[in-house]
């Protein structure tokens, strides 16, 4: 079992920053990837990014390639998500995820259905 708990949601203007946080807990060692995804209003819910534990390798959707950032820090089991330059369209519930099942030679999913734990997500608001 892998617990997943968010942070770092809020309202922020366009053109403007947050990070949000994701910390890890329990069995991170059976971890392979890590993802992020986001959810609007009477929308499905949308891969955002993912980035491989213990690899490194990272991957983006188109809508936010370039402006969003993924990374971990090990010391902490924390993942963060730099979100820069936002817009009021990634406005959205944002969930982190745990896979922990390899995934081809890629080794990360973009499918919301091959992640296995979920957090209970944070709320992000980009104003026009």
């Known amino acids: 079992q892998v617990q997943l708990v968010e942070s770092g949601g809020g309202l922020v203007q366009a053109g403007g920053s947050l990070r949000l946080s994701c910390v890890a807990s329990g069995r991170t060692f059976s971890i392979y990837a890590m993802g992020w995804f986001r959810q609007a209003p009477g929308k499905e819910r949308e891969f955002v990014s993912t980035i491989t534990w213990g690899g490194g390798s990272t991957y983006y959707a188109d809508s936010v390639k370039g402006r969003f950032t993924i990374s971990i820090d090990y010391s902490t089991n924390t993942v963060h998500l730099q979100m820069n330059s936002l817009k009021p369209e990634d406005t959205a519930v944002y969930y982190c995820?745990?896979?922990?099942?390899?995934?081809?030679?890629?080794?990360?999913?973009?499918?919301?259905?091959?992640?296995?734990?979920w957090g209970q997500g944070t709320q992000v608001t980009v104003s026009s």
């Open positions: 995820a745990a896979d922990l099942f390899p995934r081809g030679s890629s080794g990360y999913s973009t499918r919301s259905d091959s992640y296995d734990s």
